[in-house]
């Protein structure tokens, strides 16, 4: 797990804090998978909420385009990333994104998240091979 806030120890699981926005981020990544291709991304980064809604959505939303873009790199082919996305304008331009290099994109609405809430996942699964 890589978090840029500290998290409480959990036997058998790998912990670093580290700022995903830092320019060597995915040296660090492949680094500690020794240069090999992961399985699964799961993101669930987001902003602090401002209150406004647009703006969180749009801020969240390239943080989510980031982690996109870093799949490409790291994930195996036909892995799976999981990712938090904010409801909004540039909801459609993400999912076409993420269309361009997976081959299976799903919405989903955790039930834990409030029903008011713009919190959302996409599911996307079968990177496609360059």
């Known amino acids: 797990s890589i978090d840029i806030l500290d998290m409480d120890k959990i036997d058998n699981i790998f912990f ?9 981020f995915l040296d660090f990544v492949n680094n500690f998978f020794d240069q090999n291709k992961v399985d699964i991304v799961l993101s669930d980064m987001a902003v ?11 801020k969240t939303n390239s943080i989510a ?16 990333l999981l990712v938090k996305i904010f409801s ?3 909801e459609d331009i993400l999912i076409k994104n993420a269309k361009d290099f997976f081959k299976s994109i799903e919405r989903i609405k955790p039930d834990s ?18």
Do not use: H, Q
């Open 65 to 80: 385009l980031d982690v996109i873009n870093l799949s490409k790199v790291i994930l195996k082919p036909k892995s799976t």
């Open 48 to 58: 602090n909420t401002t209150g406004n809604k647009d703006l969180d959505a749009i």
């Open 16 to 24: 670093y804090k580290k700022d995903f926005n830092e320019v060597d």
């Open 88 to 90: 909004g304008k540039d």
């Open 113 to 130: 998240s409030r029903k008011e809430s713009r919190e959302m996942y996409l599911l996307c699964r079968n990177l496609k091979t360059v």
